[in-house]
């Protein structure tokens, strides 16, 4: 519990350092630079890493489903940001979680 | 929109056994939700912390873009400076976009103002909408949560898929949904920062090749 608190503590740390040097960068350093087109692939690449291995090789709860039944719930919340709506984030982000559910009990 | 993926996050967290003062907490404090989707994520694989923190700050490094480039534009001789590490502390990818979007009708006088305005009350609903999926995972039953939980990745998929306009976001996501997996296999403990490291340097030398 302690130990949770504190991890928490240094990665908020880690994460205000790059905020905090934006401010103090912020005078003389071009934004566009070679070295931060670099560094955004990586972060966008860190948490896109991060969900295609929870959908693909999951651990925890998510382990409880079968790959079927995740690609079940990922088609639905395509289908219902890019047919059903407008693309609405967060329709489309409940569909696939209720069509996740609603295999799972069609499946009890 | 934000809201659904911090509503997926409190589910996440409440099915990993987080505490919910952590999890809220790390909403105020991180204000970064891959940097949260991150640590949780680790913290359950029980990865080494230097791998954590490493993972956790390398996902969070579009900051230092970001707040470069919003800085100047509220930049005003009257303010003092620290309010602008405040106002580094309070910006998030969608903050960002809104005050980019609003500034050139704000007076440059106003905009810190405004700008603490507007993320006050996103950070405000946003850990609320944490504080939402942790209990509601938390109350309802298993197959319920287990699809709360789904509101995690797929989160994330729809971004992937439609609202990336930018070709550095799509490739860098693109790059790591394939590294990520690969860098597991490989090695577990590291894999976040590793496959992260290796997709986004992919994505950005294809960027530069084409």
């Given at each position: 519990m302690i130990e949770l608190w504190i991890l928490l503590a240094i990665c908020s740390l880690a994460t205000y350092l790059w905020r905090g040097s934006g401010v103090l960068l912020s005078?003389?350093?071009?934004?566009?630079?070679e070295a931060f087109t670099w560094i955004a692939c990586v972060a966008y690449a860190i948490i896109a890493g991060v969900v295609s291995r929870m959908l693909l090789m999951p651990t925890g709860v998510l382990a409880e489903t079968t790959p079927l039944e995740r690609a079940i719930g990922s088609a639905a919340a395509l289908a219902a940001y890019?047919?059903?709506?407008?693309?609405n984030l967060f329709v489309g982000v409940v569909a696939g979680a209720l069509a996740l559910w609603l295999v799972k009990i069609a499946l009890l | 929109m934000l809201v659904a993926g911090y509503f997926g996050f409190g589910a996440l967290a409440a099915a990993h056994d987080i505490p919910l003062a952590i999890a809220v907490a790390s909403t105020a404090v991180l204000w970064a939700l891959p940097a949260q989707i991150v640590l949780v994520e680790m913290h359950t694989l029980a990865a080494p912390l230097a791998a954590t923190v490493l993972a956790v700050m390398l996902s969070s490094a579009r900051f230092l873009p970001m707040t470069l480039m919003l800085m100047p534009e509220m930049r005003?001789?009257?303010?003092?400076?620290?309010k602008y590490y405040v106002a580094a502390h309070l910006l998030s990818l969608s903050g960002w976009t809104m005050a980019v979007a609003r500034f050139p009708q704000v007076p440059r006088a106003e905009r810190l103002a405004w700008f603490f305005g507007f993320a006050l009350v996103l950070i405000t609903v946003n850990a609320a909408a944490t504080a939402a999926g942790y209990l509601g995972a938390d109350r309802l039953p298993p197959l319920a949560r287990l699809a709360l939980v789904f509101m995690v990745p797929m989160y994330y998929l729809l971004i992937l898929t439609?609202?990336?306009?930018?070709r550095t976001a799509a490739l860098g996501l693109a790059c790591g949904a394939l590294a990520g997996p690969l860098a597991y296999l490989a090695t577990p403990d590291w894999s976040v920062p590793l496959g992260g490291l290796a997709g986004g340097t992919l994505a950005y030398l294809i960027l530069k090749r084409t």
């Amino acid at each position: 519990m302690i130990e949770l608190w504190i991890l928490l503590a240094i990665c908020s740390l880690a994460t205000y350092l790059w905020r905090g040097s934006g401010v103090l960068l912020s005078a003389g350093i071009d934004p566009r630079g070679e070295a931060f087109t670099w560094i955004a692939c990586v972060a966008y690449a860190i948490i896109a890493g991060v969900v295609s291995r929870m959908l693909l090789m999951p651990t925890g709860v998510l382990a409880e489903t079968t790959p079927l039944e995740r690609a079940i719930g990922s088609a639905a919340a395509l289908a219902a940001y890019f047919w059903l709506t407008k693309r609405n984030l967060f329709v489309g982000v409940v569909a696939g979680a209720l069509a996740l559910w609603l295999v799972k009990i069609a499946l009890l | 929109m934000l809201v659904a993926g911090y509503f997926g996050f409190g589910a996440l967290a409440a099915a990993h056994d987080i505490p919910l003062a952590i999890a809220v907490a790390s909403t105020a404090v991180l204000w970064a939700l891959p940097a949260q989707i991150v640590l949780v994520e680790m913290h359950t694989l029980a990865a080494p912390l230097a791998a954590t923190v490493l993972a956790v700050m390398l996902s969070s490094a579009r900051f230092l873009p970001m707040t470069l480039m919003l800085m100047p534009e509220m930049r005003e001789a009257r303010h003092r400076p620290w309010k602008y590490y405040v106002a580094a502390h309070l910006l998030s990818l969608s903050g960002w976009t809104m005050a980019v979007a609003r500034f050139p009708q704000v007076p440059r006088a106003e905009r810190l103002a405004w700008f603490f305005g507007f993320a006050l009350v996103l950070i405000t609903v946003n850990a609320a909408a944490t504080a939402a999926g942790y209990l509601g995972a938390d109350r309802l039953p298993p197959l319920a949560r287990l699809a709360l939980v789904f509101m995690v990745p797929m989160y994330y998929l729809l971004i992937l898929t439609g609202t990336v306009r930018d070709r550095t976001a799509a490739l860098g996501l693109a790059c790591g949904a394939l590294a990520g997996p690969l860098a597991y296999l490989a090695t577990p403990d590291w894999s976040v920062p590793l496959g992260g490291l290796a997709g986004g340097t992919l994505a950005y030398l294809i960027l530069k090749r084409t």
